[in-house]
């Protein structure tokens, strides 16, 4: 029958190409989330070839760490994911430098994609600009793409044609959104329909941020155990808000409240009662998270934020924004919403929260139900299943 039929090609593995503008080498924590996903692929079962270009004059210029142009990976459980790293020109962004670097990228691509064995089942392109990157590549093999799309903020691609963009939106197969946010601005933006688009949150790796024992995390880390303590994760520039949690926290200039920010940037938070402040080893950020009272981020552009839903799963109550990027995973149950370009209300959230003890339980048990339910197993399955179905 049909159905015998489909279930049985459902079974078949699945080589998937995945076009991605990072991935994590050499200790840096590049596009951990990418590398989740397809190492989750992995072990369930489909054949993984990640292609990542670096930039040469990032490696000249900003003495950028160069990544091997071709390795293997091992993922937990034993499966192994092919990473190909090739090299192209990014230039200012000038018009003409633009266009030389889109067209170094693509001989990068292609220069992988000739070496590979077997043509791959499908194209997975993280981000809109991965997906024109490889498009024609794909048209031309006639390979399946499928975008996932979770930018900050999805940049109109002005350089192409009507004819170009109408020809892209009918070839893509699917679209994985990671917020409605995500799918609107997509569909706004003509680079894709509804009927083509799927929603799946960002989703955690349970065995890494899982709810630990706060007292033991504290002193492990030197931690008092009688001060509130805030945590904020996330680059430091002004649209994470690194500098308003801490002028905030200055604002109330409360001696028991201490705080961690975890990150890098330009924006380097200035309080005085910083536990912590730069970059921490990423499976080291569960210690850190389960010794906070509450996970503060105003953040003002996002698709949808994986270190807060992180934050959830080690039962933290949330401070961010209440803007639309933030509705698909936070609620007045397990946050407190703010215009996260006001200082004051973000004060008054961390000091309500500070004073309010049931409700930092309330709101921490909240966090944690709705974190079980977005699991990068389950997120996944879903989206394979989703493939599955729009190539049956």
């Not at 892209?168 to 994985?176: D, E, L």
């Not at 649209?239 to 961690?260: F, H, P, T, Y």
């Not at 149950?333 to 500070?354: F, G, H, Q, T």
């Given at each position: 029958?049909?159905?015998?039929?489909?279930?049985?090609?459902?079974?078949?593995?699945?080589?998937?190409?995945?076009?991605?503008?990072?991935?994590?080498?050499?200790?840096?924590?590049?596009?951990?989330?990418?590398?989740?996903?397809?190492?989750?692929?992995?072990?369930?079962?489909?054949?993984?070839?990640?292609?990542?270009?670096?930039?040469?004059?990032?490696?000249?210029?900003?003495?950028?760490?160069?990544?091997?142009?071709?390795?293997?990976?091992?993922?937990?459980?034993?499966?192994?994911?092919?990473?190909?790293?090739?090299?192209?020109?990014?230039?200012?962004?000038?018009?003409?430098?633009?266009?030389?670097?889109?067209?170094?990228?693509?001989?990068?691509?292609?220069?992988?994609?000739?070496?590979?064995?077997?043509?791959?089942?499908?194209?997975?392109?993280?981000?809109?600009?991965?997906?024109?990157?490889?498009?024609?590549?794909?048209?031309?093999?006639?390979?399946?793409?499928?975008?996932?799309?979770?930018?900050?903020?999805?940049?109109?691609?002005?350089?192409?044609?009507?004819?170009?963009?109408?020809?892209?939106?009918?070839?893509?197969?699917?679209?994985?959104?990671?917020?409605?946010?995500?799918?609107?601005?997509?569909?706004?933006?003509?680079?894709?329909?509804?009927?083509?688009?799927?929603?799946?949150?960002?989703?955690?790796?349970?065995?890494?941020?899982?709810?630990?024992?706060?007292?033991?995390?504290?002193?492990?880390?030197?931690?008092?155990?009688?001060?509130?303590?805030?945590?904020?994760?996330?680059?430091?520039?002004?649209?994470?808000?690194?500098?308003?949690?801490?002028?905030?926290?200055?604002?109330?200039?409360?001696?028991?409240?201490?705080?961690?920010?975890?990150?890098?940037g330009i924006d380097e938070p200035q309080y005085n009662r910083i536990f912590h402040s730069g970059p921490v080893e990423n499976n080291k950020i569960i210690d850190y998270l389960n010794s906070a009272d509450v996970f503060v981020?105003?953040?003002?552009?996002?698709?949808?934020?994986?270190?807060?839903?992180?934050?959830?799963?080690?039962?933290?109550?949330?401070?961010?924004?209440?803007?639309?990027?933030?509705?698909?995973?936070?609620?007045?149950?397990?946050?407190?919403?703010?215009?996260?370009?006001?200082?004051?209300?973000?004060?008054?959230?961390?000091?309500?929260?500070?004073?309010?003890?049931?409700?930092?339980?309330?709101?921490?048990?909240?966090?944690?139900?709705?974190?079980?339910?977005?699991?990068?197993?389950?997120?996944?399955?879903?989206?394979?299943?989703?493939?599955?179905?729009?190539?049956?």
């Amino acid at each position: 029958s049909n159905k015998s039929k489909k279930n049985k090609f459902r079974k078949h593995s699945m080589k998937i190409c995945i076009i991605t503008p990072g991935y994590p080498d050499l200790g840096r924590p590049f596009f951990v989330f990418v590398e989740r996903l397809v190492n989750e692929f992995a072990d369930q079962g489909h054949q993984c070839v990640v292609i990542a270009p670096q930039s040469i004059l990032q490696i000249v210029f900003r003495n950028t760490k160069k990544s091997s142009f071709h390795r293997f990976h091992r993922t937990e459980k034993g499966n192994i994911v092919e990473i190909y790293q090739p090299y192209y020109l990014s230039f200012s962004n000038y018009k003409i430098g633009n266009i030389l670097k889109r067209f170094t990228h693509k001989l990068a691509l292609k220069r992988v994609i000739k070496r590979l064995d077997d043509p791959p089942t499908l194209f997975y392109a993280h981000f809109w600009v991965s997906a024109f990157q490889i498009y024609r590549i794909a048209l031309k093999a006639q390979i399946p793409l499928f975008v996932a799309t979770g930018e900050s903020e999805i940049h109109s691609f002005e350089y192409v044609s009507k004819t170009f963009l109408n020809n892209f939106t009918n070839y893509v197969s699917g679209v994985i959104c990671v917020s409605e946010k995500s799918k609107l601005e997509s569909i706004n933006l003509n680079l894709t329909t509804n009927e083509k688009c799927i929603t799946l949150n960002n989703a955690v790796d349970k065995n890494k941020f899982y709810v630990k024992d706060k007292e033991i995390c504290r002193k492990k880390l030197g931690i008092s155990e009688d001060v509130f303590l805030v945590i904020f994760v996330g680059g430091f520039i002004h649209r994470k808000g690194s500098l308003r949690v801490s002028n905030a926290l200055q604002m109330l200039n409360d001696k028991n409240i201490e705080s961690i920010f975890i990150g890098s940037g330009i924006d380097e938070p200035q309080y005085n009662r910083i536990f912590h402040s730069g970059p921490v080893e990423n499976n080291k950020i569960i210690d850190y998270l389960n010794s906070a009272d509450v996970f503060v981020l105003p953040t003002l552009r996002e698709g949808c934020c994986n270190a807060i839903i992180e934050a959830m799963a080690c039962c933290l109550p949330i401070i961010s924004s209440n803007l639309s990027f933030n509705d698909d995973i936070l609620n007045s149950k397990n946050s407190i919403r703010i215009d996260p370009n006001n200082i004051v209300k973000l004060a008054e959230a961390i000091n309500m929260l500070k004073e309010s003890p049931k409700i930092r339980t309330e709101m921490s048990s909240q966090s944690l139900k709705i974190a079980s339910k977005l699991t990068i197993d389950k997120r996944a399955l879903k989206i394979i299943d989703f493939i599955r179905n729009k190539l049956d």
